[in-house]
């Protein structure tokens, strides 16, 4: 997500500087084409139930969650906000309360859980308003094709250029739903749609034109020549990318599931990102830059956080040990959660701050509910006994409300579904 998309920081962290690292040597992957994880077998780790929670506690909190972040009080609870109807149906969007705004990764992120959680109607409205309001249909505007990243909640665009982690999400929840439910007619026909979208992320030819903010060059999604996922298609923001970007257990699925010209590049984009992530990864604390180049190194803006572990970064942990979970096929992150879990724990399991330097040094001491869940994530990779304790710390962290309950909200829930075994693959 753009710089705007997270909370902002005092302005002292543009001083950092950051820290290159050596690629270390990868252990061998495991060469079964579907790997030994969720995948091949089916079988999902619920983390909670190893920490002794009960199969009617760990729905129920889960409903409560969903019930309180989807349909709470709007004031102090929920994100989600039904906006009327059109002629497609029901519309409704999820919105950043912190900023004021509609955000493709929120909008991706809720329907995601709708369709972990067989909330169909949820789904469909999420899926409709980003069509009517974020989708850029026009075929001469520079970014055709994809979504404007960020809205206002009455639909008019604060951007007319994308973010791709929104377009992954939409991509992965479209296949799913339509594995689930079956397709429908029009934008409700979900396989046509994540097709459309997942063929355009790479081939989207670069454009040149106005947008309401002025001119924009927009290119492709992915970088070719490295088979990863790029931070922006704005050719004026540089060609680098950010590694909660990388979904290396949804490339997988792509490359079975999505556009028959492109499955062989989503399986390189997969191996790609698995080395990535080892190479992004500071080799004492595991903490990952906001922003990276394609070799690993953090790659500096003028954004505050772009070098550090900021908010973005919170999700990276979360993406290797998911792809674990799923596939098995790439060792390292199992050192990988390993390295960072044993890192925040030294720092104090319920103390820890929210930004570091990639060395280490805390940057604000601010403990917040989503960097719990991302954390307790990294446990379905870690080998260490202790992180169990992970698991237990988000168990105990009530659900986000207030003012930071967006993204603090949607990691909590994602992150619940993860831990518990019910964020699965819907196979067609």
Excluded at 80 to 93: D, E, F, H, R, V
Excluded at 198 to 208: F, I, N, S
Excluded at 220 to 234: L, Q, Y
Excluded at 288 to 311: L, R, V
Aim: with cysteine.
């Amino acid at each position: 997500m753009p710089p705007s998309s997270k909370p902002l920081v005092l302005s002292l962290l543009l001083s950092f500087s950051f820290l290159g690292h050596a690629a270390s040597a990868l252990p061998a992957s495991d060469t079964a084409p579907d790997g030994a994880g969720a995948y091949a077998t089916g079988q999902y780790r619920n983390l909670f139930a190893e920490v002794g929670r009960s199969p009617k506690e760990i729905s129920a909190r889960i409903d409560g969650a969903f019930q309180q972040l989807f349909h709470g009080n709007p004031e102090t609870q929920a994100v989600y906000i039904p906006s009327g109807k059109n002629a497609q149906g029901p519309l409704a969007y999820l919105t950043d309360w912190n900023n004021h705004d509609v955000r493709t990764e929120g909008m991706s992120y809720g329907m995601m859980i709708s369709v972990q959680i067989d909330k169909k109607a949820e789904f469909d409205a999420l899926w409709n308003w980003a069509k009517t309001y974020m989708y850029i249909s026009d075929p001469k505007h520079p970014s055709y094709g994809y979504f404007s990243w960020s809205c206002k909640t009455d639909g008019s665009p604060n951007e007319e250029t994308a973010a791709p982690d929104g377009e992954e999400y939409f991509v992965m929840s479209l296949y799913f739903a339509a594995h689930r439910w079956g397709n429908g007619t029009g934008i409700y026909n979900y396989q046509a749609q994540a097709d459309e979208l997942l063929h355009t992320m790479r081939h989207r030819v670069k454009m040149t034109g106005p947008t309401k903010f002025g001119p924009r060059t927009v290119a492709n999604e992915v970088d070719e020549d490295t088979k990863m996922i790029r931070f922006v298609p704005g050719v004026e923001r540089g060609n680098f990318t950010d590694p909660s970007y990388h979904l290396p257990a949804f490339y997988e699925l792509w490359a079975r599931w999505g556009p028959a010209e492109d499955r062989a590049f989503w399986a390189e984009a997969a191996t790609a990102s698995r080395a990535f992530f080892l190479k992004t990864t500071n080799p004492q604390t595991g903490l990952a830059p906001a922003y990276a180049n394609f070799d690993g190194t953090p790659h500096a803006t003028k954004f505050p956080q772009s070098t550090i572990f900021g908010y973005d970064s919170w999700r990276t942990a979360s993406n290797w040990s998911v792809d674990w979970s799923w596939w098995r096929k790439a060792p390292q992150e199992q050192q990988l959660s390993d390295r960072i879990q044993a890192f925040f724990r030294a720092q104090g399991l319920s103390t820890y701050s929210d930004l570091y330097t990639l060395d280490g040094k805390s940057v604000l001491n601010h403990h917040s509910p989503g960097l719990v869940a991302t954390n307790a994530v990294a446990s379905l990779a870690a080998t260490d006994p202790n992180s169990k304790e992970f698991v237990q710390a988000l168990w105990d962290t009530p659900i986000p409300s207030g003012q930071g309950r967006y993204y603090d909200g949607m990691l909590y829930l994602l992150s619940f579904l993860h831990c518990s075994g019910e964020f699965r693959i819907w196979k067609p």
